[in-house]
């Protein structure tokens, strides 16, 4: 099968008056259709730089990114809802923008607003909702373009812990369920461990791939993939969770 994404020894430096700071180096792996790949590394490392190559923001200096589609979703740190405007109308406004906004795609939309607990919600405005439900329309706006491989830079950083959670099952079990390819940036190692099917490393700055950690679980032998905080509770999961903080510590 042909991977989605591949990059392949990918590099870029930031300059300055001051000079050139090297910030990633020789970057290589691939993504396979419906794969959630995470990212973790030191802080400050590039990862989010690396999100900004792929989607086209920075330009690539060295190497080449290879993407096997034309529909890309990329998802923030906040959610950017317009207060202004209604659950629904936040949920359609990619489509508005593209000029996309037919019939059908209206009604995809309040499917999935229907179907992940926001039905009730289409006349609300954001101020009423909670920080999860926000981040909900948020995925539903991005989901709604139809993307076939969706970034997510650290979405859910700005939520306290209880409603960071909440809103990672979710968004989680959402992307499963829509069978979206999709590669998270984040720098919380429980997160990635229990939303990705693999964990890439990388290492201090200038950022190359320290290791890729495919991520199994006994209890998903027979096919059915546990949700993000049944994958928290597993016996498998402190062991990933040390293994990897024993390879950022270790090159940090």
């Keep these: 099968m042909e991977p989605i994404l591949e990059l392949r020894e990918v590099g870029y430096s930031y300059h300055s008056l001051n000079g050139e700071t090297k910030t990633l180096e020789n970057v290589s792996f691939s993504i396979q259709p419906g794969e959630f790949t995470a990212i973790v590394g030191p802080s400050g490392c590039g990862k989010s730089t690396l999100l900004s190559l792929i989607c086209g923001l920075l330009t690539v200096e060295e190497g080449e990114i290879l993407i096997n589609s034309s529909h890309i979703g990329y998802m923030l740190q906040r ?17 508005e923008l593209q000029h996309a906004l037919t019939p059908s795609a209206g009604a995809y939309v309040q499917k999935m607003l229907k179907t992940y607990g926001l039905g009730d919600f289409q006349q609300a405005y954001p101020s009423s909702l909670s920080g999860g439900m926000r981040q909900r329309v948020a995925l ?8 076939e ?25 959402i992307i499963q369920q829509e069978k979206k390819t999709a590669l998270l940036v984040t720098h919380d190692l429980s997160e990635a461990i229990s ?11 200038p950022a190359t791939v320290q290791t890729i950690l495919p991520i199994h679980f ?3 032998a027979g096919g059915k993939r546990l949700s993000p905080l049944s994958r928290r509770n597993a016996m498998e999961f402190p062991g990933y969770f040390n293994q990897i903080w024993k390879e950022i510590r270790g090159n940090g």
């Design 79 to 95: 959610d950017h809802l317009l207060e202004w405007r209604s659950v629904y109308r936040n949920a359609i406004l990619g489509l």
């Design 140 to 147: 539903i706006r991005t989901l709604a373009l139809e993307p």
């Design 149 to 173: 491989l969706l970034l997510l830079d650290e979405p859910f950083s700005a939520l306290d812990y209880q409603t960071r959670l909440e809103v990672s099952d979710d968004i989680g079990t």
């Design 195 to 205: 939303l990705g099917d693999r964990v890439i490393v990388l290492s201090h700055r």
């Design 218 to 220: 006994e209890e998903e």
